[in-house]
């Protein structure tokens, strides 16, 4: 328990995720100060089933930004507006806490960047939400220097049927479209997974992207609906030592669904994910003599739970530096960037394809 007044919140977008955001408000103690849907319908459904009576709501979110006793907002919109939307909050003097993907480009992402440093604040983006859980116990491998040199880093998710707009959530036709998305499967899931390893190895410079996107599925859609991202995203990342990445991402495919990460170093490997338990692999000395460390351990606090504590925490003033912070999450968009232009191309893309960073 704290004796400090509570943290005093926006939020603007009341979509599919709003509710899991209003109920970690409750859980984390922040007092839900206003909310913003520029369809108010959907904001006046969240204020009566989380907020009080007298909860002020808005369809523009300049206005909301203009409430003085805000410490922050929830941007979770789709993602052609998490940039203006977080720089005019910046510059209303709030912190942000964004949806994840950051970003449409780099040089929108590059903006939030500078912003925040000029404002002074704190941005987090919630690509972050993997690196809790099981994944504390591959750090924890990690940081013990347990796994040796890290050399590979392999991500596979594949969806039986999951296209957002289509399969599920059949009212979200944006998450569809490049110009409001930035993308298919990278921006939605690929960027929980690009965080996660990044962060777990350090947050490598990456040197070189070669990929390929595909979409071609059958569809049934209304006529004015616009469907033109990947469906499939495969690419290997170069870094500037020895490590690869490779990502395998599908949000429709004939066969099993697969949710695999795979770390591999000269001591040891981790195995994380698709439900099956936490593995360490490691050969005890000869003649091979495997010695696998399985946990089946749960967190029971959600990924969105501890950023918004460890964010609570930074707003207060004590930032430990956690959350997909600006700078992390334009290593996340430059990696998208690269590629789908490798993609587009058929040719080995590097940083300088994307300009400065
Ligand atoms: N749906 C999920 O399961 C899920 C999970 C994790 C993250 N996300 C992320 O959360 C964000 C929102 O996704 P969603 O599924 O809730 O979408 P959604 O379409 O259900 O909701 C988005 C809401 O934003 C509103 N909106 C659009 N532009 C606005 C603006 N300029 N100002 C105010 N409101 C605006 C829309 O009217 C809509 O109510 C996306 O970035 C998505 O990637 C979604």
């Not at 009212?171 to 993308?183: K, N, P, S, T, V």
């Not at 004939?254 to 050969?283: M, V, W």
Request: net charge negative.
């Amino acid at each position: 328990m704290t004796d400090q007044p509570p943290v005093r919140a926006g939020l603007i977008g009341c979509g599919s995720i709003s509710s899991s955001h209003l109920k970690t408000y409750k859980t984390c103690g922040i007092e839900l100060a206003a909310l913003c849907d520029r369809d108010i319908s959907r904001a006046e459904a969240q204020r009566d089933e989380f907020g009080a009576p007298e909860t002020p709501i808005f369809d523009d979110h300049r206005e909301l930004l203009q409430l003085p006793d805000i410490d922050f907002v929830t941007v979770a919109t789709p993602v052609a507006a998490h940039v203006p939307i977080t720089v005019d909050a910046l510059r209303a003097g709030k912190h942000v806490a964004c949806e994840k993907p950051s970003a449409l480009t780099v040089q929108e992402n590059q903006q939030v960047v500078r912003e925040a440093r000029l404002a002074g604040k704190k941005v987090i983006f919630f690509s972050s939400r993997m690196r809790w859980g099981m994944a504390t116990m591959a750090r924890e491998y990690i940081n013990n220097g347990e796994l040796g040199e890290i050399y590979r880093v392999d991500v596979q998710y594949w969806r039986r049927r999951g296209r957002p707009g289509i399969d599920i959530i059949p009212d979200a036709h944006w998450f569809l479209d490049m110009e409001r998305a930035g993308g298919g499967v990278i921006m939605d899931m690929g960027q929980y997974f690009m965080d996660l390893v990044m962060d777990l190895v350090g947050w490598p410079d990456i040197t070189s992207v070669y990929g390929a996107t595909f979409r071609g599925h059958d569809y049934d859609l209304p006529a004015d609906v616009r469907f033109d991202v990947e469906e499939h995203c495969t690419f290997l990342a170069h870094t500037d030592g020895p490590l690869t990445f490779s990502f395998d991402m599908a949000w429709i495919a004939h066969h099993e669904a697969k949710n695999c990460i795979s770390i591999l170093g000269t001591e040891g490997g981790i195995r994380l994910g698709g439900g099956e338990p936490f593995t360490f692999y490691q050969d005890k000395g000869a003649p091979w003599r495997w010695v696998d460390t399985t946990s089946s351990w749960k967190d029971r606090v959600g990924g969105g739970e501890h950023a918004y504590r460890e964010f609570i925490q930074a707003v207060r003033g004590d930032d430990t530096g956690v959350g997909t912070t600006p700078e992390q999450a334009l290593k996340l968009t430059a990696l998208t960037q690269m590629a789908f232009l490798s993609a587009a191309e058929n040719r080995v893309v590097t940083p300088a394809d994307l300009g400065a960073l």
